[in-house]
């Protein structure tokens, strides 16, 4: 028979007992403290390549340290007897001290862009809502059903098609009221009735469900006026911070597919009851929901297997757009509302792509314009109405604070903004001790040290063989578990009891990062055969993409040399392009189109992308000022 | 607190403990019964009104009779305590020895016609299948998608549109056999992929779900030949065995209605797996499923209310024909299927009518022809392709052994055929001692009684004062239970402790019975304007009309005064018009035709109809052999 052993979890803070799980010898920690409901974050997906899961063994024997272990915490955590959880089998009764997920307050994810409204878009959301008197039939002779009296109250081009819903529900509310009853249709289809008036109550709800953060957005149907709007981290994350290792989870396994469902599902449902609630309008009179997202966050949410979007050529099961009954799906807490989800491209450029291209209006566009989404699977789009191209740009979860010795998210304590004279001045979220650096510090952080001279255009911290550097500057750079480092805030001015630092292999994460982006833009420039002077408009998407410093990205080269002015930040397209799509049918068959239309470029297949590639790994460009300052010549001489 | 009592119950025969269940004092013995798990029958739906659901008290003590109990059981049965469980409220711990109903070997039900086949139907099911060779997405670049490579296979006009049920076994299954498939379509809409080649394998399933009786037939679809079929009492007879008691009895109910639906699926699903078995093919190749039944089955099977086809003006709730995914309904055993109900004309004139009249082609007819369907709630056609007329004949469950004193299925046991000359002959299904009498046996008895002068025109047994009749005929009249009765079979010849008895009050129900069917048929006549002779063909359907003497249902005036030669018995028509419309979509399609254009006659709003009604109580009617000479001589003249 297996021995089983018992771990105890413990609070770290107080020591306070979590959870015990019986388990049999050699299960996996991690696994232990999911199954006991400890929401341990498995960022990398397992492979032992971050340190999200990490634990402390408090008391019982523990296995030796592995070389993931060694690598990702040191020598000298390891001997503290801290362990990644995903690399650690439980051989003893154990006492271990978990750490679940910082608090969530304050993370910053772009939930819309506050403004939305309809605008000049005109409202055919495809919903109609019909108050109507019909009678229950009267005549014995001539005989009727309670359906038929409700269709002869109807326009004609009403499907005379009932799903088993309407009919189940009808009998009872055709004579609860006399009569008097409102029809809700959605492309002449009846999904609802009910007794009396409620025809001036249609609502919808857009959701763009990323890799990271989910967000939402309730609005009123007939004006197209956002009610409210929601947000949050995917709780799929625990399962791995990027896509490749969610796949990698629930590949060829359904019934961890079903748990990745599951959680996306049930926070749709939350969303949906925090923003009725707020708006103070009824869940039942939701009648349409728009879902954008990436191909795998598409799939896990039908319940079609990801397995082969994750293996090449990922290949996406279906790309048409899909609209299936809320019921089916499900989603319990929108009873009555058809989910229509927008078309897909490829494995990796998902609906998302398509909405923040409806968004931004490219397909329609004069000129030359690039859209950029910064996200954990970014994706990059370049053309205008005569030719769209697309990639996927996987900058991996660097960004989000992923892969990085002190990287967060952009919570409270992450270093937002750096600025370096003879010395490093960090502004922190929430104005407290720093605790680590978010994406959007990490990408300030390097164009100033840049700037500074303490790195070098190919990404090298300053040795002393390359020159002077300020006194103060220098003597930040320190080792660090065998590598270089550079502290950004000193121990004792830190929020945690060690100083925070950027060490060389954090830059490295980010110029691979940075590089994903960059090099696919490169990519489809060459393709399209486009110089960076022929592009009218860089717009910059997705949550991230807010806080970002234009400036420092395009010094590090996360974004082509233009002039700031042609950079814009444009919100949370994906978003805007599900609310577009909610209130109008004629958009959302707009994405049809344009998914068929738009050319996909997969880097990997391309032999030139692999230079393009080591190049836009680099931080400049030799050259880069002198085409900048030229166009500025050109476009003073065109103005003249 | 509500006092509770512990009832045991016993087999009869053997006095073996079946269930013991403790319920609230003042619960009804049947529905103890039926909590335990003893199917015991309520045949009037609990209304007292028939001895279905008798019960004997072993022990304990119980209430006093009822005076349903002392009607219908006798004085003396209820001085032995027998009870009508319906009636009896448990007021102390108890032992009931409780009579499960017969044993149904033997039970005739026509299943079928025995010789369906397609024969001249061209076969055009809306199945089709596809062996196809389908690569999985090759080219990174030019990507596609899984279904887009299975639809490129397919014909053009396949949809596009996809259940999430086939996008989620897609990929594994097109990755299974190198992209050998097989896919099937529904009316261009794919309902079912498969590895490999099963392109041969295509079948359906028909079925009639009547009120007492379901059959059901499996069908080759390539072919139209019949591979198997099946047949069974209606499961849901426990709970009353006319529809209105069924209607009653989930009346507003939404729990018992889901009740009467389980009990008729499951049914289904069991005759689903019997039929495969039998013809040794799979299940998940069933793939359309046809189903016809009166509005009260099919609203049942659909899970449907049906608490107002039980209220004037009986309005169904839906009359245009459904189609659902099997998975739906839930008819699980077949989860690949579509499952097609045929159109309804009125709340007591069903799918199984129009079904009939798709297997008559009475609406092709040049002359006048008559259907009629003789169940517990049966139907009359009557008509041309010119006009079609119909009403509902509901005779009650007498013609099945229901409220009848030793009336009984037909099974074995039952009396079947009656000849008398100076004495009583009955012929036994089975040739074994009679236990009772079935519907075709009181109908032949009744015939052979008139004409002996037993019984007078009117239905009143013969008394002294009338005239003469044959000793051993007078001898036969006897008293019973207040009323008189003629005994069929005496004590010493029977197969029960008692004579097999006609009472005067089982003649006034078969004169009720057999009234609501010709009282029917004449009021079609009168709409209609067509006398007897204009009648070309009467076509008696149903399982029931099998076993009936067409003699003696003429003589009794069931059917109307016409040749023997015009008179024809056609079948189980429903359950093939049933197996028309699954082997042709144009069968199916034309069944709305029909629906739309047949007229409904409800007689209860014909002031005429009561004196039709009274009329057509009368076994005979003067002059009528007149008529019927007359008519003769006609055909005679017109031949020459």
């Not at 413990?10 to 999911?34: E, F, H």
């Not at 249609?202 to 709007?229: C, H, K, N, P, W």
């Not at 880097?603 to 400049?620: G, H, K, N, P, W």
């Amino acid at each position: 028979m297996a021995k089983t052993v018992a771990i105890t979890f413990v609070d770290p803070a107080g020591g306070r007992i979590i959870a015990t799980k019986v388990v049999p010898q050699g299960s996996m920690v991690l696994d232990a403290a999911l199954e006991a409901g400890i929401e341990v974050a498995a960022t990398c997906g397992r492979r032992g390549r971050c340190r999200s899961c990490r634990v402390k063994a408090i008391s019982g024997e523990i296995a030796p340290p592995t070389l993931q272990d060694t690598l990702q915490l040191g020598q000298d955590a390891v001997h503290e007897r801290f362990r990644l959880s995903c690399q650690m089998p439980a051989v003893a009764d154990c006492s271990i001290a978990a750490m679940p997920p910082k608090s969530e307050a304050g993370h910053q994810i772009l939930s819309d862009m506050g403004v939305f409204s309809a605008g000049e878009h005109e409202i055919d959301s495809g919903v109609r809502k019909f108050y109507i008197h019909a009678k229950a039939p009267q005549d014995e002779n001539h005989q009727t059903s309670d359906i038929e009296e409700i269709l002869s109250c109807l326009p004609p081009e009403t499907s005379r098609e009932q799903t088993l819903d309407v009919l189940r529900r009808l009998p009872t509310i055709l004579r609860a009221e006399l009569g008097r009853i409102t029809v809700t249709t959605f492309r002449n289809q009846i999904i609802d009735i009910e007794p009396g008036d409620t025809s001036e109550r249609i609502y919808g709800m857009a959701f763009d469900v990323g890799t990271t953060s989910v967000v939402g957005s309730l609005v009123d149907l007939r004006t197209g006026e956002q009610l409210a709007s929601v947000s949050a981290v995917n709780p799929q994350a625990i399962y791995g911070g990027d896509l490749m290792s969610r796949i990698a989870y629930a590949q060829f396994d359904a019934k961890k597919l079903q748990t990745l469902r599951a959680r996306i599902l049930n926070q749709l449902n939350e969303f949906i009851d925090t923003a009725t609630e707020q708006a103070s309008v009824l869940p039942e009179h939701i009648y349409k929901v728009v879902i954008v997202g990436n191909t795998c966050m598409h799939h896990i949410c039908l319940g079609i297997d990801t397995s082969y979007v994750g293996l090449a050529p990922y290949a996406p099961v279906v790309r048409d757009p899909v609209v299936v009954p809320a019921s089916e799906l499900p989603i319990k807490r929108a009873p009555n509302a058809r989910v229509c989800f927008l078309p897909i491209v490829a494995g990796f450029v998902g609906a998302d792509t398509i909405a923040g291209i409806i968004a931004t209006r490219i397909h329609e566009s004069e000129g030359i314009r690039l859209l950029v989404d910064i996200g954990t699977n970014g994706e990059v789009v370049l053309g205008s109405k005569d030719r769209l191209l697309v990639c996927s740009a996987p900058a991996g979860p660097t960004f989000e604070g992923g892969q990085v010795k002190h990287g967060m998210r952009g919570a409270v304590g992450a270093i937002e903004k750096v600025a370096i004279d003879d010395d490093v001045h960090c502004q922190v979220i929430g104005d407290v001790p720093a605790i680590g650096i978010c994406g959007s510090g990490l990408i300030d952080a390097a164009a100033k040290m840049l700037d500074a001279g303490v790195i070098d255009p190919a990404g090298r911290l300053w040795r002393q063989a390359v020159g002077p550097l300020p006194e103060k500057l220098s003597a930040r750079i320190i080792k660090d578990d065998g590598g270089r480092a550079f502290v950004l805030v000193p121990r004792d001015e830190s929020g945690r009891d060690e100083a925070v630092l950027l060490t060389q292999n954090d830059i490295r994460q980010l110029q691979l990062a940075k590089a994903a982006i960059y090099g696919g833009v490169m990519m489809l420039q060459q393709v399209l055969g486009v110089p960076d002077e022929s592009i009218e408009e860089v717009m910059m998407s997705g949550g991230f993409g807010n806080y970002v410093n234009i400036e420092s990205a395009v010094a590090i080269r996360l974004l082509p040399p233009l002039p700031l002015e042609r950079i814009n930040y444009v919100g949370n397209a994906a978003l805007l392009g599900a609310q577009l799509a909610l209130i109008s049918e004629t958009e959302r068959s707009r994405a049809f189109n344009i998914a068929r239309r738009i050319e996909h470029v997969a880097l990997a297949t391309r032999m030139e992308f692999q230079d393009i590639f080591v190049d836009a790994c680099r931080f400049s460009k030799p050259g880069r000022r002198r085409v900048v300052a030229e166009e500025q010549t050109a476009n003073a001489a065109s103005t003249a």
